[in-house]
């Protein structure tokens, strides 16, 4: 097997020398874009905006597939259940997409612990939220609900943590 990046080339003759060669590559392709740069905090500043933009593509996704494909097949009841969550959905996104670009923005506000703690906590909390009523109600899993609640206190701590 071949691999090679730039002027380094590798010959390997079994599989334990390919991934060794292999990882020296990535390693080496990873330095010259310069991604080894990036600081652990500037990560989770990154993440945090891209779990918000994750989570509101979900919430459309969710919203489209509730609308089209479960609401004949649920209880009004339900469907209400269902746009409850993709509505909490949407609104935490936009929150966690806006923490994370604010973190990304300003080096006061990434300094401040509590904003970071209270993106994750959204994170944390809308998924425990929305997502447990997703599943329940389109799994028909009833117990799931019994998460629900966690994920909105988590929420209200969230909200709290921006106070502080």
Known sequence: MVA???????????SADCRH??????????????ALSVSYKTGIKVMILILGALLGFISVAFAAFAEHGLR?????????FLMTAVRYN????????????????????SAIFAL???A?????GTVLFSFSIYASVSLDIPGLV??????GLTIMTAWLLLVI
């Open 146 to 151: 019994n998460v629900t609640p966690v994920g």
């Open 90 to 109: 949407q609104i935490h996104a936009s929150v966690i997409s806006a923490i994370g670009l604010a973190l990304l923005g300003s080096q006061k506000l």
């Open 21 to 34: 060669c292999l990882q020296n590559i990535c390693s080496l392709a990873i330095q010259s874009t310069g």
């Open 116 to 118: 970071r703690c209270s």
């Open 4 to 14: 090679s990046i730039g002027n380094l080339s590798c010959f390997a003759t079994d």
């Open 72 to 80: 004949q097949g649920v209880t009004e009841e339900h469907f209400r």
């Open 120 to 124: 994750v906590l959204f994170i944390i």
